[in-house]
């Protein structure tokens, strides 16, 4: 079974509006983390925001948040004033506790990740 | 500085060579690892290196060997290359496996073989 689920393989957004990036995941372990990574076309990595399972606000990183609804397993990103920049991959992943032989080893799980446009 | 890095960035080879990626973290974190993303995007782990500790992908072939000298370092090294390996592969690292942990990753490297 999928982890994580991006169901938003591509999106437009009009340049300065607000767009939500779509996540939920599947997880039993009741100690997780949640992160957002974006991929521009350069094709690196770069990390966005962090959000724990047992944090009760949501995560904020200047012009990123997370909206956070653990009882839905949602984990959605908020881009708030859209820039031309802000056009890119973007992947949502979970890393679950390590769990030992057969169980999760702690490493990061990815959706399949939703393509940003952003127009001027 | 480059917190994670990689080399080499690009790398074309023929089917059947041998072939290594290096990586190296400036961090001092625990813990390495090896992604793969396909021609869909798709990341998926590979390998990681926990304090000498590895723990494989049941998937991968064997033909992928990590190779971790020290706690700074996590190579990759491929024998006898497929068509299918080309992908672009990320090297990453954190301060240990824990579940808060943030990975960070090097800025890959596109291998293609022909």
């Known amino acids: 079974a999928q982890k994580i689920t991006q169901t938003q393989p591509g999106m437009f957004v009009q340049e300065k509006e607000a767009v939500t990036l779509d996540c939920t995941y599947d997880t039993s372990d009741p100690s997780y983390g949640l992160f957002w990574y974006k991929q521009p076309s350069s094709g690196e990595m770069i990390f966005l925001i962090y959000?724990?399972?047992?944090?009760?606000q949501n995560a904020t990183e200047g012009r990123y948040s997370l909206n956070f609804q653990k009882a839905r397993k949602s984990a959605n990103l908020v881009i708030s004033a859209s820039q031309l920049g802000d056009s890119a991959m973007y992947f949502c992943a979970m890393r679950e506790r390590v769990l030992g032989y057969g169980g999760s080893q702690g490493n990061l799980i990815f959706g399949k990740g939703t393509k940003l446009s952003v127009k001027p | 500085d480059t917190a994670v890095s990689q080399t080499p960035k690009y790398l074309v080879t023929q089917m059947g060579n041998d072939k290594s990626i290096k990586c190296e973290q400036n961090l001092g974190h625990d813990t390495m690892y090896w992604y793969k993303q396909d021609s869909k995007k798709f990341l998926k782990i590979m390998f990681s290196y926990n304090n000498k500790e590895l723990i494989i992908n049941e998937t991968v072939p064997n033909r992928f060997s990590p190779k971790s000298p020290d706690k700074a370092h996590l190579n990759l090294h491929i024998n006898s290359l497929e068509l299918g390996d080309s992908a672009v592969y990320f090297c990453?690292?954190?301060?240990?496996?824990?579940?808060?942990?943030?990975?960070?990753f090097g800025e890959g490297s596109w291998l293609t073989v022909v």
């Open positions: 990453a690292s954190s301060q240990d496996r824990g579940a808060g942990n943030t990975i960070y």
């Open positions: 959000q724990g399972s047992y944090d009760q």
